[in-house]
């Protein structure tokens, strides 16, 4: 579940949904399943309030690596580094 901070201006958010757009194409074939994109609209404690919250899952972790060094996707990750100033992951496993 990744908790997305957007550099300060337009142009970066359009950026990352430009990246979000192409990997959502892709990221299936790896056993991802979107559940819902969430907008804060609130937040207590230490972390700061993110611009938005992602929440998916993988059918396994082999998948999530897979994925992750997929080759078309590799190509993708630099407009996160552009456009993104934090990226938490949160990564579990069901327990149900």
């Known amino acids: 579940m ?9 142009r970066y958010k359009q950026q990352f949904a430009e990246y979000h757009d192409e990997a ?6 790896f ?12 937040s207590q404690g230490d972390l700061p309030q993110p611009n938005e919250i ?3 899952y993988f059918d396994s972790r082999e998948g999530m690596q897979a ?6 996707m590799q190509k993708l990750f630099p ?3 552009e456009s993104l100033d934090n990226l938490i992951f949160m ?3 069901a327990i149900q």
Not at 2 to 10: A, I, M
């Open 91 to 93: 990564i579990g496993e």
């Open 54 to 56: 992602h929440r998916f």
């Open 67 to 72: 994925m992750v060094s997929d080759e078309r």
């Open 2 to 10: 990744p908790t997305v901070y957007f550099k300060e201006g337009e």
């Open 31 to 42: 056993g991802t399943h979107f559940e819902r994109f969430l907008e804060p609209v609130d």
């Open 79 to 81: 407009k996160i580094d």
């Open 24 to 29: 959502c194409t892709i990221i299936p074939e």
